[in-house]
């Protein structure tokens, strides 16, 4: 079963707005990261955050962890076409990586 | 709900010999994704299969094999094992190569070559 479960499963959104994902864990974690894959293709690494953290930011990135609630969230500012992917959130914890279910993000120009 | 079943979950093995990884899609999904992992580093795409058929291939080396199966499991086959093959492998699948339901990940198998 998935460690981490996104939410939404698909989300499309209008060039210019904000695109919020969720992700839930079951299992406590050392850091959670966000990826993004382009066309079933290579994972690109997008943030770490570490369990000790609370919110991180990258660019347009803004990413959260409620590590009581267990669950983060990825914010995308500004969205752009060239944004459209496949987001997905990975935890690591004892020596092994769980990747979530991943969220589509379309953002349309 | 079913997952995408990698097995084994650990594997050590000794250099130059072979391993042979398994890789389980969802019912339904045609397309398998094959990544793999180092310490450290962020995945990395070595190969994919839609319909039985090789559909991209990636940064895999000629040391390695996969193939998709008439059940749309796939195998990854590594000869000649390297120190630095020791990684985390996952394999994902999806329904159609681009995926347009989304993709789901294995738990992966740690290799480790010793």
């Known amino acids: 079963s998935q460690q981490g479960e996104e939410d939404p499963q698909a989300l499309s959104i209008q060039e210019g707005e904000n695109a919020t994902m969720n992700c839930s864990y079951k299992?406590?974690?050392?850091?959670l990261q966000w990826y993004r894959q382009n066309s079933g293709r290579g994972l690109v690494h997008l943030i770490l955050?570490?369990?000790?953290?609370r919110e991180k930011h990258s660019g347009r990135l803004r990413v959260t962890l409620d590590t009581s609630k267990k669950s983060s969230s990825l914010l995308i500012t500004a969205s752009r076409a060239a944004d459209t992917a496949s987001y997905f959130c990975?935890?690591?914890?004892?020596?092994?990586?769980?990747f979530g279910a991943g969220t589509r993000l379309t953002v349309k120009p | 709900a079913a997952g995408v079943i990698q097995s084994p979950r650990h594997l050590i093995k000794e250099k130059r010999e072979t391993a042979t990884l398994k890789c389980y899609p969802i019912?339904?999904?045609?397309?398998v994704y094959w990544y793999q992992q180092g310490p450290g580093q962020d995945p990395q795409f070595l190969i994919s299969?839609?319909?039985?058929?090789?559909?991209d291939k990636g940064s895999i080396p000629d040391r390695f094999s996969a193939q998709q199966f008439s059940d749309y499991h796939s195998e990854l086959n590594m000869s000649s094992l390297e120190l630095g093959d020791s990684a985390l492998y996952f394999c994902?699948?999806?329904?159609?190569?681009?995926?347009?339901?989304?993709?789901?990940f294995g738990s992966g198998t740690r290799l480790t070559v010793v």
């Open positions: 994902a699948s999806s329904f159609g190569r681009q995926g347009p339901g989304g993709y789901t």
């Open positions: 299992t406590s974690i050392n850091n």
């Open positions: 955050i570490r369990s000790n953290e």
């Open positions: 990975a935890t690591d914890g004892n020596n092994d990586m769980r």
């Open positions: 019912p339904r999904h045609d397309t």
């Open positions: 299969f839609y319909e039985k058929m090789q559909s």
